[in-house]
C-alpha cells in the first residue's frame, strides 16, 4: 500500500516565505482564484466546463462594457497573445494600421501588427506623454485599423481612448485597444465607446494566475474577419475556431481548465467588488502612496495629472537614490517592486496597484521597509495619516 503511506499535499507545505508582489504584472493572486486551482481536473469537453465557460463569457461582457451579443473568450495564453490575436484575425496583408506608440507595449504592437503583412504608420508622443488625438485624426488617412494602448505600462502613462475612439468611430476604420492595465479595475466601455477589440492578462487588474488572455470582439469586427480574403495565419487563436469552441462547443484545442476555474473566481470577484469601487480604491492608495513619499524627494513622472496610469504608479526617483542596491534590499525582505525600462531606467520607480496589489497591507510592508532602508522616519506614519484621510 505504497500509495496511501505518500504525504498528502497538505503535509508538504513547501517553506516558502509570503512575498509581497507590487510588480505592474503578475499581481498577487486573489485568495478566490487561489482555492479554485485546487479543485479537480475536469474534461475541456465536460458540460460542467462549458457553463462554467458560458458564466465567464457573460462576465466578462460585463467588465468590457460590450454590446450584448458580443463575442467573448479566454485565449490560453499571456496578455501579448490576446495583442497578436487581434493583428493575426483583423489585419490582412497590405492593409494600412495606424498604430499610437508611446511606450514600449505600443510598439510591441507595431511589431506584430507587420508581421501579420499591415502597413504600419505610427503616432508616437514624448515619453512620459500621451497621445494627442488630433495627431491621431491627422494620420487616420484610410487606415483599415487604429490600435492604442490604454495604460502604457512602461511609463505609466494613461491614453485618452475614449477621444481616440471618437474620432476613429465614423472613419470605417477598426479600433484596437490594449486593457491590459485598465480592464477589470475601472469602468470600460467598448460599446459606448465604439471599441472593437480589447484584450488583457489574466494576472493584471484581475489578480488570476498568468496564461490567459480574456478577449472581447465587436459584432462590427467579427463581420470584418468573416469577410476576409484568406484564412488567419495564427490557427491556434483563428477565431472561428474560437467560436467553435466556446459557442458550438465542438473541440479545437484544450483549454487550460484549471485556469479557467481560476480566472472564474477573480472575474467574478471582481464584478462583486464593482468596478467603480475598485477605481476608488486605486486613487486612494495611489494619493497616499505619492502623499507619503513626497518628502522624500518621490514625485510623479507624468506632469498632466489626467494623463497618469492609476494603476501603474510611476515615480520618478530622488537624485542620489541608489535603485538597484534599494530595490535588492527590498527583494531580500521578500518585497519585489519594479524600476523603469529602458529611457528610464534609473529613473523612475513603477509601482503596481493592479488587483490585490492595491490594498494597504503590501503598501505598508513597503513603507516600513524603505523607513527602515532610507533611514527615513515618518514615512509609515505619513502612509497612515494618508490613508485614513483619503477614506474619510
Ligand atoms: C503586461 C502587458 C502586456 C503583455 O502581457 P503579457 O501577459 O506579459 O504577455 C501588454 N500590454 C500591456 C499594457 C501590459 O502591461
Not at 487561489?34 to 466578462?60: S, W, Y
Amino acid at each position: 500500500m505504497k500509495l496511501l503511506d505518500a504525504p498528502q499535499p497538505a503535509e508538504v507545505a513547501p517553506p516558502y516565505p509570503d512575498h509581497v508582489l507590487l510588480t505592474p504584472g503578475p499581481t498577487p493572486i486573489h485568495p478566490r482564484a487561489l482555492r479554485a486551482l485546487t479543485r479537480p481536473m475536469l474534461g475541456h469537453m465536460d458540460p460542467e466546463v462549458f457553463k462554467l465557460n458560458r458564466a465567464i463569457q457573460a462576465d466578462l461582457r460585463e467588465m468590457y462594457g460590450t454590446e450584448p451579443e458580443a463575442f467573448t473568450a479566454l485565449l490560453a495564453g499571456t496578455g501579448s497573445l490576446g495583442m497578436e490575436a487581434g493583428f493575426a484575425n483583423l489585419v490582412e496583408k497590405g492593409d494600412e494600421v495606424l498604430v499610437c506608440a508611446n511606450g514600449s507595449f505600443g510598439r510591441r504592437m507595431a511589431e506584430m501588427a507587420a508581421r501579420y503583412g499591415a502597413k504600419v504608420r505610427l503616432v508616437t508622443a514624448p515619453l512620459g506623454e500621451p497621445i494627442n488625438p488630433s495627431d491621431v485624426a491627422d494620420h487616420l488617412g484610410d487606415a483599415a485599423m487604429v490600435a492604442v494602448v490604454h495604460g502604457e505600462t512602461s511609463t505609466g502613462v494613461l491614453n485618452p481612448v475614449p477621444e481616440i475612439a471618437e474620432l476613429v468611430r465614423h472613419s470605417g476604420a477598426l479600433l484596437t485597444v490594449d486593457a491590459v492595465t485598465t480592464a477589470g479595475m475601472e469602468p470600460f466601455s467598448m460599446q459606448q465607446w465604439g471599441v472593437d477589440y480589447a484584450y488583457t492578462g489574466a494576472q493584471k487588474c484581475l489578480s488570476a494566475p498568468p496564461g490567459l488572455a480574456p478577449v472581447a470582439i465587436s459584432e462590427r469586427a467579427f463581420a470584418r474577419f468573416a469577410a476576409r480574403r484568406h484564412p488567419t495565419p495564427l490557427w491556434y487563436c483563428d477565431f472561428e475556431g474560437l467560436r467553435d469552441y466556446w459557442v458550438e462547443h465542438t473541440y479545437h484545442h484544450t483549454v487550460p481548465v484549471n485556469l479557467h476555474f481560476a480566472f472564474a473566481e477573480a472575474l467574478r470577484a471582481a464584478l462583486e467588488e464593482g468596478l467603480p469601487e475598485r477605481r476608488e480604491r486605486v486613487r486612494w492608495m495611489g494619493r497616499a502612496i505619492t502623499e507619503a513619499l513626497a518628502p522624500l524627494g518621490f514625485s510623479p513622472y507624468v506632469k498632466r495629472e489626467e494623463a497618469r496610469l492609476p494603476t501603474v504608479l510611476a515615480l520618478r526617483l530622488p537624485e542620489h537614490l541608489d535603485d538597484a542596491g534599494v530595490r535588492a534590499e527590498l527583494r531580500r525582505r521578500e518585497i519585489s517592486i519594479t524600476g523603469g525600462l529602458g529611457p528610464t531606467a534609473g529613473v523612475i520607480w513603477r509601482l503596481g496597484l493592479m488587483g490585490e496589489a492595491a490594498h494597504p497591507a503590501p503598501y505598508r510592508a513597503l513603507m516600513v521597509a524603505l523607513e527602515d532602508i532610507l533611514g527615513a522616519p515618518g514615512l509609515v506614519r505619513r502612509f497612515e495619516a494618508a490613508l485614513d484621510a483619503g477614506s474619510a
